[in-house]
């Protein structure tokens, strides 16, 4: 079956969720702004090296995301379009990757095609897309390492020489470095170990680890921090390189969770394909074979295994292994037609929740901005081609139609529902609006006040930095100035009896995680 219109029209999807959503949301608390809020200070200041936040270093994360979205609001973008495109290039350039990544492990393009689709009706892989954070780039260029490493362990027959294999793939892991750390060192290495350890006939791993890659990939890395530390000193360094690398693998300061934390959760945030990658992947593993199916299953696997392993979690980090699965699920559907139909079951399934849960929001108020109607219609778009697509893949229709309801039905997410969603969440997800309400309410102010109010957003779009007040006592005399304070929920309740006297108005603004109130003093 030719699945290449398929795949163009999964592309299309994703720039069209990508026209109907940049142009009307901001960045979103916490992450996005705070990259933002770097890149703005890399341009301020003209310090490209040691990037900062609040004009002390930031040692959260290496900088070539950062350096991406600085370079592309120099060109004159929004702070939103500049944080989003690398990512949809970046998911873009894997699903041009799913063929050629098929062909490295014997599999055919039509395959790779098939799985390029899976992966852009993937919700929470589209959802990456279209942020502005660094996974998806982390996504790719583990993409193109595993693309790399199936060529080094012997798989398929692409001609191409081993030498340059071997080069860009270790390429792929220095510039991954530079985007979100080690972990990009991790992740391929432990999929060839796993490969090498697991799969028979065992593979060799010396064109992989033999040659002058590992020096590529750490010159890349060194070009960056060797005159980073120069300019940013020891302690610099020893945060980058130690407590924000290492130290985060032993004991994460944030997002502490169990070991089976993605045992749990995969079967719902993988949707709506993840009964069938795990199927795939149980006997796929089961033979051991170093063959297509077995690549592909430890590609994945190896990602869940890696992050299982440290202490911080989050399901956003199951990302690199989108690729790999879908592509194994993918094989999985044309290996066998009764497979195929158990598969393309559970995905219509899947799907049908997504749907019915799609127009079900409204009504336990959880958006608000859209009208019932809207979310109903995307619901409905859904859901119908899901159930049609159920009940062929019960009645034994023909593979080729069941299999096109299905993708009628997942690329309503990046086409319909995530535009709608994002849309109509981004007032509470956003401070932009706190902060234009300081900009009306001091508008010749050079700098605004805040109170437990420290979000990154606000910098951003206030266009002025916020300085922080020490406590009650400090609040209540700029206030008695007439000046205005963004105060955050919980001290807000705390002060609010004893700032009465000095109060002018207030208005609340409400946020996801809490809201902020603007409050505003009388003059003396």
């Given at each position: 079956m030719d699945f290449r219109k398929g795949w163009w029209l999964a592309m299309a999807a994703v720039l069209l969720g990508a026209a109907l959503t940049v142009p009307f949301r901001h960045l979103w608390e916490v992450d996005e702004p705070r990259y933002a809020e770097v890149a703005r200070e890399m341009i301020t200041s003209g310090q490209w090296l040691v990037p900062h936040l609040y004009g002390e270093p930031y040692t959260h994360k290496p900088p070539l995301y950062i350096w991406l979205e600085g370079g592309l609001r120099l060109t004159g973008l929004s702070w939103t379009a500049a944080?989003?495109?690398?990512?949809?290039?970046a998911f873009l350039g894997i699903l041009a990757l799913m063929p050629r990544l098929a062909r490295a492990t014997g599999l055919d393009d039509e395959v790779?095609?098939?799985?390029?689709?899976?992966?852009?009706?993937s919700p929470l892989a589209v959802f990456l897309a279209l942020g502005a954070r660094m996974d998806m780039l982390l996504a790719f260029f583990y993409t193109l390492a595993i693309l790399m490493l199936a060529q080094l362990l012997g798989l398929g027959t692409a001609a191409v020489p081993n030498r340059r294999a071997h080069t860009v793939f270790w390429l792929a892991i220095g510039l991954g470095v530079l985007t979100k750390g080690p972990v990009a060192v991790a992740l391929p290495v432990l999929a060839a170990v796993l490969a090498w350890a697991l799969l028979r006939p065992r593979p060799s791993l010396r064109a992989v680890f033999v040659g002058w890659g590992p020096l590529l990939a750490v010159g890349l890395v060194l070009a960056w921090l060797v005159p980073a530390g120069f300019v940013g000193g020891p302690e610099y360094l020893y945060e980058v390189t130690i407590r924000q690398s290492?130290?985060?693998?032993?004991?994460?300061?944030?997002?502490?969770?169990?070991?089976?934390?993605?045992?749990?959760?995969?079967?719902?945030?993988?949707?709506?394909?993840?009964?069938?990658?795990?199927?795939?992947?149980?006997?796929?593993?089961?033979?051991r074979a170093l063959d297509a199916g077995g690549f592909l299953a430890l590609a994945a696997l190896a990602v869940p295994v890696f992050f299982s392993l440290i202490s911080g979690k989050l399901e956003i980090y199951l990302l690199p292994m989108f690729p790999p699965a879908m592509l194994l699920a993918a094989h999985a559907w044309r290996r066998t037609e009764r497979g195929q139909r158990s598969a393309l079951a559970a995905g219509a399934a899947g799907m049908a929740v997504v749907g019915i849960a799609a127009a079900a929001l409204p009504t336990f108020g959880l958006v608000q901005r859209v009208p019932w109607p809207v979310w109903a219609g995307v619901g409905a778009l859904i859901a119908v081609p899901a159930v049609a697509a159920l009940v062929a893949a019960v009645r034994g229709r023909p593979i080729a139609s069941t299999v096109a309801l299905v993708a009628a039905s997942a690329?309503?997410?990046?086409?319909?529902?995530?535009?709608?969603?994002?849309?109509?969440?981004?007032?509470?997800?956003?401070?932009?609006?706190?902060?234009?309400?300081m900009r009306r309410a001091e508008p010749e102010s050079r700098e605004y006040l805040s109170y437990g109010a420290e979000f990154p957003g606000l910098w951003l779009y206030a266009e002025r930095p916020f300085r922080e007040l020490a406590d009650a006592a400090t609040v209540s005399a700029?206030?008695?100035?007439?000046?205005?304070?963004?105060?955050?929920?919980?001290?807000?309740?705390?002060?609010?009896?004893?700032?009465?006297?000095?109060i002018d108005r207030v208005e609340?603004?409400?946020?996801?995680?809490?809201?902020?109130?603007?409050?505003?003093?009388?003059?003396?």
């Open positions: 944080g989003v495109l690398p990512s949809v290039l790779g095609r098939l799985g390029g689709i899976a992966l852009a009706a290492a130290g985060r693998l032993t004991n994460s300061f944030a997002h502490q969770e169990p070991f089976y934390f993605y045992l749990v959760r995969y079967p719902a945030i993988g949707l709506p394909w993840s009964v069938a990658v795990v199927v795939a992947a149980f006997h796929a593993l089961r033979r690329l309503v997410v990046p086409a319909g529902l995530l535009p709608v969603g994002l849309n109509a969440l981004d007032r509470a997800w956003t401070t932009a609006g706190a902060a234009e309400a700029e206030l008695g100035r007439g000046r205005c304070v963004l105060v955050e929920e919980k001290r807000w309740g705390a002060v609010q009896a004893a700032l009465e006297p000095e609340r603004i409400p946020l996801r995680r809490r809201a902020l109130f603007l409050v505003c003093g009388r003059r003396r």
